[in-house]
């Protein structure tokens, strides 16, 4: 197929990598010029890349950014075509993502929200998992596109309801981690080995993925952005928002928001968000580290 991919940050990069070894005909963008995908081509504009694609693929910061490459002055919305499908692996607002949908529509344009999860590793291995919303048949027309990236999609509903299952995903996550680095943090203050209480969670039903993936990487303190912290916060930020439109209260994610936000003062915002643990450490005055750290 013929794919306009925009956007080539730390997951976008390896998505449209998996596309062109697929054999697709791939054109990509990027907000700062320099980034290459080998055996793509290069566009100077979003508008550009779109010219002639059968699908424009984004995988973009926040919702701002996907506006402005849709509608803004140098967007794809110049170059949308009837029978064009846009596919969006960003995470943003539900509800932006609907009218999004809806402004395209009168063009004959389908739109597809299909955030993932899976992390960087995940997009290098082509083994993402998909929530997406959108119509059956626009969706199964993108499943070579989809089975190239990854390795499992699920449909959540109509058009918005894979970024409402993200919001929820990521709540989730950042409520499991934050768990996790407050065990941590009172256990090395406690005397107990960080290490032996890693092998303890592995082998009960406190175990998660969340920690099986995370748990090797802080007690080796490498805070190597998998999944920035400042983004991290921005889906924190939209699930509030979403909770709020839907008039519902999450207390714990509020809380864990404003850990985000001391984080992010304190410097943090391009790490891991698994670097919010330093901020405990600070205020309890230890260092959790595993036996080769």
């Given at each position: 197929m013929r794919v306009a991919?925009?956007?080539l940050g730390i997951m976008g990069h390896a998505m449209a990598t998996n596309l062109v070894k697929a054999g697709h005909e791939v054109t990509v963008w990027n907000r700062t010029p320099g980034k290459l995908v080998e055996g793509a081509g290069v566009a100077p504009t979003p508008a550009a890349a779109a010219q002639g694609a059968e699908v424009v693929w984004l995988c973009v910061s926040d919702t701002a950014a996907v506006e402005k490459i849709l509608f803004g002055p140098e967007g794809i919305d110049q170059s949308l075509a009837e029978g064009m499908i846009i596919a969006d692996s960003s995470t943003i607002s539900p509800t932006a993502t609907a009218k999004f949908a809806e402004r395209v529509r009168p063009k004959g344009v389908a739109y597809v929200d299909a955030p993932m999860t899976g992390s960087k590793i995940g997009a290098a291995n082509g083994t993402l998992i998909f929530m997406v919303g959108g119509d059956g048949a626009t969706i199964e027309r993108l499943n070579p596109l989809f089975a190239a990236m990854g390795k499992k999609i699920f449909r959540m509903g109509e058009i918005g309801k894979g970024q409402a299952t993200k919001l929820a995903m990521n709540l989730q996550i950042a409520l499991i981690f934050?768990?996790?680095a407050e065990a941590l943090t009172l256990a090395t203050k406690l005397g107990v080995d960080s290490?032996?209480?890693?092998?303890?969670?592995?082998?009960?039903?406190?175990?998660s993925g969340v920690v099986d993936y995370k748990g090797p990487f802080v007690l080796q303190r490498d805070f190597t952005p998998n999944f920035p912290l400042r983004l991290m916060h921005k889906d924190i930020r939209?699930?509030?928002?979403?909770?709020k439109e839907a008039r519902v209260k999450l207390p714990a994610l509020e809380t864990v928001e404003?850990?985000?936000e001391l984080a992010t003062e304190d410097g943090h915002q391009?790490?891991?968000?698994?670097?919010?643990?330093t901020l405990l450490e600070r205020w309890a005055g230890i260092q959790v580290k595993g036996e080769a750290a």
């Open positions: 991919f925009l956007g934050e768990g996790f290490q032996q209480l890693l092998s303890l969670i592995e082998a009960t039903m406190v175990r939209l699930a509030l928002e979403a909770a404003e850990i985000y391009d790490l891991d968000y698994a670097a919010t643990l």
